[in-house]
């Protein structure tokens, strides 16, 4: 850089940057996320993935539309080979998407620090779950504060957003069962473990087991997904279409 960057103590042990090394530093991230979207561009240019999308779900889009995008991609756009990669949440999917190693990914907003572009294409409204024969499927009633009071609870994992909601309204979760898998909470809630309180996508609509509540004024609370890409990537095939699609396809979750 044709500056000092780095001050040494004399005999070594310490180390500190300059004012120059401190201004390179917050610029570090920036670089380093140019030259990852550069390599993920020569990189597909060199093995012939110009025609490639790799796309990034988390379970309860992978579970709910998984199917859908694939086949709604594949028709729009007959001459592009689409991956679709299922990650255990979105911080995982960012990740790899920092990293080259995906062209877009679906996440929740709102999104980490990052060379990250982000189009909102959905609004998952929060739910209650319970089970089929539990007394509040029966009431034919929105949940209310007073319901969540003392209910035993199965916390799904990345429903942080939603605890922190009921503890600003004076209830502090009770939670009975911890699960990280759609269909482990969607059980749970079917044996009367507790119910769940989370976004719409993780219900299975076809599980005549559970019961969707909506929520009362003012529980209600719902998540914004997003359809991400890196800021400096160019060559990203059949992102407009990717868009128009799975907004199609959230209208009929």
């Keep these: 850089m044709g500056q000092r960057l780095v001050e040494r103590a004399p005999g070594g042990r310490r180390v500190a940057l ?51 995008l694939v086949q709604e991609l594949r028709r729009a756009l ?6 679709l990669v299922e990650g255990p949440s979105d911080t995982w999917l960012l990740q790899r998407l920092e990293r080259g190693e995906l062209d877009l990914a679906f996440a929740v907003l709102p999104l980490p620090e990052g060379p990250f572009e982000a189009i909102d294409v959905h609004e998952d409204e929060y739910v209650l779950l319970v089970g089929a024969d539990q007394p509040l499927a029966r009431t034919g009633r929105a949940a209310a504060l007073d319901d969540m009071r003392d209910l035993p609870l199965v916390r799904h ?27 482990t909470t969607l059980g ?13 996508l993780v ?17 209600r ?10 800021r400096h990537r160019r060559n990203v095939p059949g992102a407009d279409e990717l868009v128009a699609v799975a907004r199609r396809a959230f209208e009929s979750v």
């Design 18 to 68: 300059t004012l120059a090394g401190e201004l390179l530093l917050e610029h570090s991230a920036q670089i380093l996320a140019h030259a990852e979207a550069a390599r993920a561009d020569l990189g597909a240019l060199a093995d012939g993935r110009l025609g490639t999308l790799r796309l990034g779900v988390f379970p309860s889009i992978a579970a709910r539309l998984g199917a859908t």
């Design 78 to 83: 007959p001459q592009i080979e689409l991956s």
């Design 157 to 183: 994992v990345g429903t942080a957003a939603g605890e922190e909601h009921l503890r600003r309204h004076g209830v502090e979760p009770r939670f009975v069962y911890v699960s990280q898998i759609n269909s």
């Design 188 to 200: 749970l809630v079917a044996e009367g473990a507790g119910a769940a309180f989370v976004p719409r």
């Design 203 to 219: 219900m299975d609509p076809g599980d005549a087991r559970v019961r969707s509540l909506e929520l009362a004024p003012p529980l």
């Design 221 to 230: 609370i719902s998540r914004r997904i997003a359809i991400v890409r890196h």
